[in-house]
């Protein structure tokens, strides 16, 4: 199975700060990395695919990145409805696999 | 656009079965790739199994294999998700979520872009 490494596991952050996010593959993945926002009792919500492709009707300020084997989630500028728990995904191959997620609280 | 709509939330004693349904609606269910995926309180994701369209088959991860079965009902557009010989450990919110393809720099992307909102199941004696 391919493990996806996420960290950090939280950070606190400031309303403006830039945040980013960073998952590393156990191998080779090429770019089918997802990432996912997940607030309190609610579903995970798509934010980026294939890396670095911006879902439709996500804001701007968040995107991705990929060297190697290693991705990065920035947001620009943290907004306050940005304050959640974000998760890499890997779609290269199954069993499909999730990095153990970063939780954003307020500074 | 798809939507998932779930059953609600069960208790089960250790040992007994579960069976979670995720409602279609806006789709067929038999036109989509549907999978499983759990997450136990506090924790991250687990993917349980899910429909893989280069096989035309369902996929289970090994580590439900035996105790997972995912069966659809056509004429209801509902998936169904059954786990058997419960333990406290399966204690979750299990989710369905369709699996579709984007098309990003020329190439298919496998994502979950539709879920449902998650069925807590408590196992405990």
């Known amino acids: 199975d391919i493990q996806m490494t996420q960290s950090p596991s939280s950070l606190s952050a400031s309303v403006g700060d830039r945040v980013s996010i960073t998952c590393r593959a156990s191998?080779?993945?090429?770019?089918?990395l997802n990432w996912y926002q997940q607030k309190p009792g609610k579903a995970p919500k798509l934010l980026i695919y294939?890396?670095?492709g911006l879902q439709s009707g996500v804001p701007s300020r968040f995107s991705g990145g990929r060297s190697g084997t290693d991705f990065t989630l920035t947001i620009s500028s943290l907004q306050p409805e940005d304050f959640a728990t974000y998760y890499c995904q890997q779609s290269y191959s199954m069993p499909v696999t999730f990095g153990g997620g970063t939780r954003v609280e307020i500074k | 656009q798809v939507q998932l709509v779930q059953s609600g939330a069960e208790v089960k004693k250790p040992g007994a079965s579960m069976k979670v349904s995720c409602k279609v609606s806006g789709y067929a269910v038999t036109g989509l790739s549907m999978h499983w995926v759990r997450q136990a309180p506090g924790k991250g994701f687990e993917w349980m199994g899910g429909f893989d369209p280069e096989d035309g088959e369902t996929v289970y991860a090994q580590n439900f294999q035996g105790r997972v079965t995912m069966t659809e009902d056509p004429p209801t557009d509902t998936a169904y998700m059954e786990l058997s010989s419960l333990r406290s450990e399966d204690t979750a919110v299990y989710y369905c979520?369709?699996?579709?393809?984007?098309?990003?720099?020329?190439?298919?992307?496998?994502?979950?872009?539709?879920w449902g909102q998650g069925t807590l199941v408590t196992v405990s004696s």
């Open positions: 979520a369709t699996e579709l393809y984007e098309t990003y720099d020329s190439d298919s992307y496998a994502v979950y872009r539709s």
């Open positions: 294939a890396a670095s």
């Open positions: 191998q080779s993945i090429n770019s089918h």
